[in-house]
């Protein structure tokens, strides 16, 4: 037996050294953790309580005689030949909500059986009878139900207040599964069925978001978590949902408000994407952590960028990765779908039709623009922010706006400021993504060139240069020129040259300005 432990109150007998019996009262110090390698008996004398943020590790066979009892945010962890005897104690889990009785939490047992959701009005969610638009979700998506009952072990629920729930009984260990609905991803689709479900964390100690992920095919890799916006009821919106997947995490408000640390807390519900029909969450203890455990660590070689619109006292954020594992479809790893239903903002980034919230796609050879949906309620002002920026050392981020003809360099903590009539944009804003000193550019950094497509247009200007003109040329990649422009106005604010008629795929472009040539790699698709 070997343990790291602070015992008050009494003594912890331990009768040899392949089990630890514990027959009297024993309070482990909060942040403490105990490691038992062995089997681990709490006699029915026993009253053994981990302190918050504590943790109790048994390897082998636990059986509860007595009274066991977790405090806040603490953790019972169970290793790979972890069983439980026939105790005939009790377990006690305690969790901390939020406790205004106008505030939701999404909760779930780490119980076998247990009765009744903490809180006051309380719910589950139905995906037979939610929807994939927001245009119903105000004051809320019609797939909840209301409910009181048996909390299953899998499931999340919704309750309204709550504070410190305890939940009692016999614990969770070893294989949870819970069936999941699938219908396919049909984004503002009215009718009922939608492929999100409300499931929660089956345990009383945290689980790994990405061990989920990897060990659950049928699920989509991002995971949402409520963060309710004090509202009162009167509009729960998707800013009240924070997002973890493989390419990083997203909060709730400027700053690191509501970022998820890649653990799901004991008791804790969350909302998952079905990607295949029969789809089952399973839950193994090879999952299993601690509750305060930052697991979560990106690739120092990937680039990302949180990017934001902000005003009038809304707040809505995406993520955009640039990974070397990702692909330019959809992964089920990297990209999050956008769950919208907030009345007043949102933003998005596009990729063939669909809204992400989290996006990645492989390092360009060439520029990439990733179109935004942005949506205000109102005509008001407005701020986008580059709000944090990772390893963009070889890579230039623009802003660009083609109806005010803006193209801005994006640095960490640039903030954009501008009037935004009231109104839904698909086809306005844009994210170009290029690659640096990679495309054959002499001097680029000095004039801040920037050349790249999207659809039927060219788009060619430098920031550092007031006003001049240049002949643009382009070239097929058999060396034929397809296209020559001259006079063309270079300036902060991209001139836009029709591509339509040409074919989709690679050219170069041939810049020649102050004696100077450019050339640059762009693809038109």
Known sequence: MRSIFTILFGLATIS????????????????????????MTNSSTGNFTVGDEGLLFVDGTLIN???MTFNNASSLLRGSTGNDGTGSGTYYVRRQGATSASIFNYWSSPMQSYSGVPGGA????????????????????????????????????????????????????????????????????????????????????GVSCASLVLGNSDISGALYFWDDDLSGGSGYSSTDYAVWNGTGSLGTGSGSAGVPNGVISSGQG???KAISPGAVLNFTNSM????????????????????????????????????????DGEDRLYDATKIRGNGEISLAAMNDGKDYCIMAFPPPHANKMVPLNVFVNNS???????????SFNWQTVAFVDLENHLSIPLHEGLEIPMYIE?????????????????????????????????????????????????????????????LS?????????PTRISLAGLANGVYITRLMLNEETFNSKIIKQ
């Open 16 to 39: 040899s050294i392949a089990q630890v019996v514990n027959e009297v009262q024993v309070y482990v110090k909060p942040g403490t953790e105990v490691h038992v390698f062995e089997d």
């Open 270 to 272: 969350f909302k998952v």
């Open 122 to 205: 309380n719910y589950l969610y139905d995906p037979t009878l939610g929807t994939q638009t927001y245009t119903d979700d105000q004051p809320a998506d019609p797939g909840w139900v209301s409910y009181d009952g048996l909390m299953t072990p899998g499931r999340g629920y919704a309750g309204r207040g709550g504070g410190l729930a305890t939940f009692s009984g016999d614990v969770n260990n070893g294989n949870v599964n819970y069936s999941l609905f699938y219908t396919p991803d049909i984004p503002g689709n009215a009718a009922p069925n939608t492929p999100f479900n409300l499931v929660g964390n089956p345990y009383p100690s």
């Open 65 to 67: 005689n007595g009274s």
């Open 380 to 390: 008001g002002n407005y701020t986008f922010s580059a709000d944090r920026m990772e």
């Open 288 to 327: 299993r952590v601690a509750n305060t455990t930052q697991f979560f660590r990106v690739n120092g070689d990937n680039s990302r960028l949180w990017f934001s619109i902000e005003g009038n006292n809304h707040f809505n954020q995406i993520l955009i990765g640039v990974l070397d594992d990702a692909t």
């Open 485 to 493: 422009e001259s006079n063309v106005t270079i300036n902060p604010d």
């Open 422 to 482: 009231a109104g839904e944009y698909t086809d306005r804003f844009y994210l170009n993504f290029g690659a640096q000193n990679s495309v054959g550019i002499p001097d680029r950094e000095e004039t801040n060139l920037m050349i790249y497509s999207y659809g039927d247009d060219l788009f060619v200007g430098a920031s550092s240069i007031t006003s001049n003109t240049a002949l643009v040329e382009l070239y097929d990649l058999n060396g034929k020129l397809v």
